[in-house]
């Protein structure tokens, strides 16, 4: 099946400073990606929907500034999460369909943030 | 929005026993059924889905049925092994391909 790809897939950082995490589709061209956040034994919450050339488009509750979204090419979106506090600290997991195929959602393998 | 609920939270069964989750959704325009998988710490993955044109579907000892009327659909295991222990989450597509989780059911397989 396809492949999705995520990186870093686990990243420590200090209180205040923003961190990038990629996602990418290795073998398919995805015009829409999705981000996920999960907490521990909780589901998947959608945060946005990245868009390839377009801007993102977040969930209701979700601040667009703290989450920047980037979707530049057809296999990349990028979130970056700025000025990173302890409750940002989650499971951030992508996804992206394949729309010249199944439009089945592949999931990316997930990045684990911990903010101290 | 839509809203999906799953039922248990747990579930414990002996292996070699069957199990049943089960799932309301609340957009009656949703026509997509997944339902996932997931070990700690991994990605979910997608272990059989439905389209609301379909009443049931079967894939060897995973079986899923859907009623549109009721807004339900339920996710059944037979012949359960201690694989089959993990999180599953149902989920429901309303448009755009979002896709609306519940809120998992945590499945144990007694040996």
């Known amino acids: 099946g396809a492949v999705v790809s995520q990186h870093p897939s686990r990243v420590i950082c200090k209180s205040g400073t923003s961190v990038k995490i990629e996602c990418r589709s290795l073998?398919?061209?995805?015009?829409?990606m999705f981000w996920y956040r999960q907490f521990p034994k909780q589901s998947l919450m959608l945060m946005a929907t990245?868009?390839?050339?377009?801007?993102?488009?977040?969930e209701q509750g979700v601040e667009k500034d703290k989450f920047l979204i980037n979707h530049a090419s057809l296999t990349l979106s990028t979130l970056t999460v700025t000025s990173a506090h302890p409750e940002d600290s989650s499971f951030y997991i992508c996804s992206a369909i394949d729309t010249t195929g199944s439009y089945e959602q592949y999931f990316g393998p997930g990045t684990r943030l911990t903010v101290t | 929005g839509e809203n999906v609920e799953q039922h248990p939270s747990t579930l414990s069964v002996q292996e070699g026993d069957s199990a049943v989750i089960k799932c309301t959704y609340s957009d009656s325009a949703s026509n997509y059924f997944p339902w996932y998988k997931q070990e700690l710490g991994k990605r979910p993955q997608l272990i059989i889905d439905?389209?609301?044109?379909?009443g049931e579907k079967k894939d060897q000892r995973i079986a899923v049925t859907l009623n549109k009327t009721a807004k339900h659909f339920s996710l059944h295991i037979t012949e359960t092994q201690p694989e089959d222990s993990a999180v599953y989450f149902c989920a429901s597509e309303f448009g755009n391909e979002k896709l609306t989780f519940g809120t998992g059911t945590r499945l144990t397989i007694i040996p």
């Open positions: 990245s868009n390839e050339g377009s801007k993102a488009t977040y």
């Open positions: 073998d398919f061209q995805a015009t829409t």
């Open positions: 439905i389209r609301s044109n379909v």
